[in-house]
């Protein structure tokens, strides 16, 4: 916990990867914490298929393209990234804040919240299963595709995310089903004729019922097909559950911030109830706020501006990027 950071960002959706981004561009010590593996929030978790048509320059750019684009930068402008690390709450001290994570704790003078609806969570198997199988037999992200590599492979869920990784699974496991509680699957029509015409095995219209595990450390999965009471049993190396996302806002009623519903108030400088904190994007609310990427990429900057006013570190007033170097 030696270093501080002048800001620390919580929540890297496109809000808050855009505003460490333009913190480093100010030259200030920067921070990011995302709870999930993988940076991006909405656009990436719940629709990175989908385009969007009102991002100004980038016409018709795909949710997952959107964060590609965003998280790219060179060496001028870099920021410090903790993935997997949710913040529980921060404790203010003379200098700034601790901020209390699920792994460790982290110091910073100023905090910008950009949580939108709280941590995005991967909606969980609905039977239960001992936990300490979850990242080993039962997962709920890739990590590296060569963790499937020769396994018999059961994935579960019917949108883009679960057809996607049942296609890619395919070409690296020994056998890969794909089991959904429809007979028909939500995703792009190109991914499902492309799954009509793969090696995987489908499995529809079931439900996953039990998780064991096996004597040879391997799964038993129970299903049982969707309006009967018959039970089947398959044994696999690997499930992968995509059943989407949920986003919790809980957490935020434990922080002592002025609220309007499940929304941190704002004023038009970002700033929040907390001295040195500060808040943007779907997190918040003013008159006049709408939920848009757009409006929190406005927002992003004038949080970190007020933070350097705030902090009194001296620094040139908010100019041009491109007379950044000049
Ligand atoms: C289906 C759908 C379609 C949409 N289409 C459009 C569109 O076309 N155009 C448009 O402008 N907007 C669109 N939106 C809205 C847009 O996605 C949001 O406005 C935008 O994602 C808000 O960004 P954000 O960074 O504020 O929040 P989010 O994208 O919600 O990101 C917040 C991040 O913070 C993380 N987090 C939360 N709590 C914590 C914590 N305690 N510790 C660490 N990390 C935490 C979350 O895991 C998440 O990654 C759409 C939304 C949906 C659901």
Redesign the pocket.
Known sequence: MSEIYDVAV???????IFTAYYASMRTLKTVL????PQL????Q???PQ?K????GGQFAVTGAQLITNLLETDERFLYDRMLA???QGFTATPQGYVIQTNKSTVQARAIII???????QPRKLACDYDPHLEGKQINYFVSDLEDYRDQTVLVAGGGDSAVDWALEISHYAQQTFLLHRRSTFRALESSVQQLAHSKVQLLVPEIIKACQLTADQRLAVTYQTIKTTTTHQIIVDKLLVNYGMT?DSR?LRKWQLQLAGPFIQVNSTMHTNLPYIYA????VCYPGKE????L?WAEGPIAVNSAINDLKITKAPAGHSSSLFN
Not at 280 to 283: P, Q
Not at 291 to 294: A, D, G, K, S, V
Request: charged letters at 10%.
């Open positions: 919580i929540g890297g959706g496109p809000v808050g914490i995302e709870s999930m991006g929030g909405q656009p978790q719940l629709y989908k969007i048509y009102d991002v690390t949710t913040v950009t949580v939108g609806n709280g941590p995005i986003a957490l943007a994007g779907d997190a939920r848009l990427i757009t929190g």
